[in-house]
């Protein structure tokens, strides 16, 4: 039952993008509408899905690559649609879209076996530290889509068109703060959360276990590009590489680790 809304959710994922792209290829704007329902279906099944999985595995799907990537996944598509609904940036929807397809084919390659918690996550604190943080890394996810569709704006406009009089771009660069912005908040959220786990678990806040390090490090990469933003009039590709910088940083922090340094999280 559970592979059925998960194939369900792909599904109305890829139906949105075609119907986004169709919208796009034909100066059809009504289709878009089809790419939102898409969306939504996509993520109302993505929803149905974890749910099944808590109720099946009876514990919170977030134990393995696998389920995180899924919670990371849906958090992503649900903030796509909240952004969507609060402002008139039609490419949000599109940018939600191509976040769930390659989310769910990132989750597919990894193993999907439900198994029994390891004695250090049998804690209430791995629902409240990793949704936090997967929902942060949702949020950084989707600056970093926007923040590459801002890169390639600007190479394709002469420099006398962009800035002020470039609406769209403007638009991208507000955006692409507003979503680093809410990860930055939730990431802090997560590390502090995840300090109070390891201090139960573990006996000390902080141990500069490769995990918390990298944690700490994209924590550092993203309080950077606010600053320069919000003090230095960073806007643009420079400001959009931030943002792409500091999901590689995410990446690195969330796959890298767990499989080229050995720590306390290996388990992950």
Not at 136 to 158: M, S
Request: charged share 10%.
């Amino acid at each position: 039952m559970t592979s059925f809304w998960f194939n369900a959710s792909l599904a109305a994922f890829l139906i949105s993008l075609a119907a986004y792209a169709a919208a796009h290829l034909a100066a059809r704007p009504a289709l878009a509408r089809a790419g939102i329902a898409g969306l939504l279906a996509g993520a109302a099944a993505l929803t149905a899905h974890l749910g099944l999985r808590w109720w099946a595995a009876g514990r919170a799907p977030m134990s393995n690559m696998h389920e995180s990537l899924l919670v990371m996944t849906c958090a992503a598509v649900w903030m796509a649609l909240l952004f969507l609904r609060s402002s008139d940036r039609a490419w949000v929807g599109p940018l939600g879209t191509i976040l769930g397809v390659l989310g769910l084919a990132a989750a597919s390659l990894f193993d999907k076996t439900m198994t029994p918690l390891m004695p250090a996550l049998r804690s209430n604190w791995l629902l409240v530290h990793v949704l936090i943080t997967m929902t942060g890394y949702a949020a950084f996810a989707l600056a970093a889509a926007a923040g590459a569709g801002r890169i390639v704006r600007a190479r394709r406009l002469p420099d006398d068109l962009q800035g002020a009089d470039d609406p769209q771009g403007a638009s991208l660069d507000g955006f692409v703060y507003r979503a680093m912005t809410v990860g930055f908040l939730l990431l802090t959220g997560g590390i502090i959360t995840g300090a109070v786990w390891a201090n139960q678990a573990w006996g000390a806040y902080w141990s500069w276990d490769p995990k918390e390090t990298w944690s700490l490090i994209t924590w550092f990469v993203y309080l950077a590009g606010l600053h320069l933003y919000r003090t230095k009039g960073w806007r643009g590709a420079r400001f959009a590489w931030a943002a792409v910088a500091g999901f590689a940083a995410v990446i690195f922090t969330y796959v890298g680790v767990n499989y080229l340094l050995s720590g306390l999280h290996s388990y992950a």
